[in-house]
């Protein structure tokens, strides 16, 4: 019932930055916790980032705390990764997610894969060394 739509992935050497975006349908964005995820190929989803429905509270996995931020405005619909620093070992298919605020599953700090309901399609993130 919620879209999400990755964009922003590419080729970068290591060192150097990518801002993704994920753009959501709908009137109800700011009802949503929005989480960033990563998967290589043979290797589980990964939690990297959420962000709480008004953009006021982040959560970072210890390996991108200070490298990535997460952000979002509520007016374009629209969740941001920033990445800075990359290093070859981020590189992977990157998703966005969503699930409701209000419900139990909602926490922003429940990191699993079944706690978000929509899901993008993802978009790749490639850095060389």
């Known amino acids: 019932q919620v879209r999400l739509v990755e964009s922003g992935g590419g080729l970068v050497q290591a060192g150097g930055s990518l801002r993704l975006s994920c753009a959501a349908s709908g009137r109800t964005f700011s009802s949503y916790v929005i989480g960033w995820f990563r998967q290589a190929p043979g290797k589980t989803r990964e939690f990297r980032a959420a962000i709480s429905g008004n953009g006021g509270t982040t959560y970072y996995v210890d390996s991108v705390r200070g490298r990535f931020t997460i952000s979002r405005d509520n007016a374009k619909n629209t969740v941001y990764l920033q990445m800075n620093s990359l290093k070859p070992e981020d590189t992977a298919v990157y998703y966005c997610?969503?699930?409701?605020?209000?419900?139990?599953?909602?926490?922003?700090?429940?990191?699993?894969?079944?706690?978000?309901?929509?899901w993008g399609q993802g978009t790749q993130v490639t850095v060389s060394s």
């Open positions: 997610a969503a699930k409701p605020l209000l419900a139990q599953r909602g926490s922003l700090y429940d990191i699993s894969t079944p706690s978000y309901d929509y």
